[in-house]
């Protein structure tokens, strides 16, 4: 596998995140948090500029992304340790286009209740009643309590925007159903909320049978281990009738074969109990750093 990469891009992001760590063990324990959130924002805008100037002068290939996807690469320099991942952006289903199906199609509503079955989600109408309430901007409720910005004003309605969004209506419906056999985590290995592309292979088999539930199982299976790079439907390994499938466009998602933004994900810490995330996308043409997201550092 092609983790040369990988180690490549760890070693400079994590250099250039040692600059945040010790200036936060420089401030001392006392510091006020907000200090330091301060201080953070001001270290990233310099992090970003270096990164961008290093990024930039880097040639992803398909291969590199490929073979190096979900790689956590470990790293201790010292008094700092950290891991960081590289995958592809174009991984999941953008969740709003999806719904936007389900209100129109009756068979993505009826592969989306298959898969919260599988799910065991033991009241299948009424998340998928939440999620479309939360989707659509009206304030009409398919079921009592599923319009939740009746309850909580602050909830964006009109469009899913986040993990954070995406959380809020899995917990309401914990909430009114008594049903907590639902995770986050499984979510958002399936569900985006940006882009109308998924790149096939990347695509888990729960994704393969939302969008393509006539496949037959062998054909899921086989696209789901991901064994090598495909560069069209024309390589996949699985009958002549299904790779037509894998064409065309399914439910507000159109299948490719190519990544054009790949997405990162960093995790550090410190020997002094510091800790921190941070991820970002970057478009691979323009080598454009997008969608930043950086989680406060926690110190003791």
């Known amino acids: 596998m092609r983790r040369g990469i990988?180690?490549?891009?760890?070693?400079?992001?994590?250099l250039m995140l040692s600059t945040i760590v010790m200036l936060f063990l420089k401030e001392g324990a006392q510091i006020k948090e907000s200090v330091r959130e301060n201080?953070?924002?001001?270290?990233?805008?310099?992090?970003?500029?270096?990164?961008?100037?290093?990024?930039?002068?880097?040639?992803?290939?398909?291969e590199d992304i490929f073979y190096g996807s979900d790689?956590?690469?470990a790293?201790?320099?010292?008094?700092?340790?950290?891991?960081?991942?590289?995958?592809?952006?174009?991984?999941?289903?953008n969740i709003n286009n999806f719904l936007k199906a389900v209100m129109k199609e009756e068979q993505a509503l009826l592969t989306l209740l298959e898969w919260l079955d599988r799910q065991k989600i033991k009241n299948p109408p009424f998340i998928v009643s939440l999620l479309l309430d939360s989707y659509d901007a009206d304030s009409y409720e398919r079921m009592n309590g599923s319009e939740?910005?009746?309850?909580?004003?602050?909830?964006?309605?009109?469009?899913?925007?986040?993990?954070?969004a995406l959380e809020a209506i899995l917990s309401r419906?914990?909430?009114?159903?008594?049903?907590?056999?639902?995770?986050?985590?499984?979510?958002?290995?399936?569900?985006?909320?940006?882009?109308?592309?998924?790149?096939?292979?990347?695509?888990?088999?729960?994704?393969?049978?939302?969008?393509?539930p006539e496949l037959p199982r062998i054909a899921i299976e086989s696209l789901a281990k991901h064994d090598t790079l495909y560069k069209s439907a024309a390589d996949t390994p699985?009958?002549?009738?299904?790779?037509?499938?894998?064409?065309?466009?399914?439910?507000?998602?159109v299948p490719t074969f190519k990544t054009s933004k790949i997405e990162v994900d960093i995790e550090f810490?410190?020997?002094?109990?510091?800790?921190?995330?941070?991820?970002?996308?970057?478009?691979?043409?323009?080598?454009?750093?997008?969608?930043?997201?950086?989680?406060?550092?926690?110190?003791?």
């Open 173 to 212: 419906y914990s909430e009114l159903s008594g049903d907590y056999n639902i995770s986050i985590e499984r979510w958002i290995r399936v569900f985006g909320f940006e882009g109308d592309n998924i790149d096939l292979n990347y695509a888990n088999s729960d994704q393969l049978l939302l969008l393509f």
């Open 71 to 73: 790689i956590p690469v």
């Open 269 to 300: 810490s410190t020997a002094q109990e510091c800790s921190g995330k941070m991820s970002f996308l970057m478009e691979l043409k323009k080598k454009r750093i997008e969608s930043l997201s950086l989680s406060p550092m926690k110190c003791p």
């Open 6 to 14: 990988v180690l490549f891009i760890t070693l400079a992001i994590l």
């Open 39 to 62: 201080v953070a924002t001001v270290q990233t805008n310099l992090l970003l500029n270096d990164m961008s100037s290093f990024l930039r002068s880097q040639n992803f290939t398909q």
């Open 148 to 164: 939740i910005v009746l309850q909580k004003p602050w909830f964006q309605d009109g469009y899913i925007a986040n993990e954070r």
């Open 75 to 93: 790293l201790d320099l010292g008094t700092i340790r950290g891991s960081i991942s590289l995958t592809s952006s174009q991984r999941r289903i």
């Open 238 to 253: 699985i009958d002549p009738e299904s790779k037509i499938k894998l064409t065309k466009s399914r439910f507000g998602i």
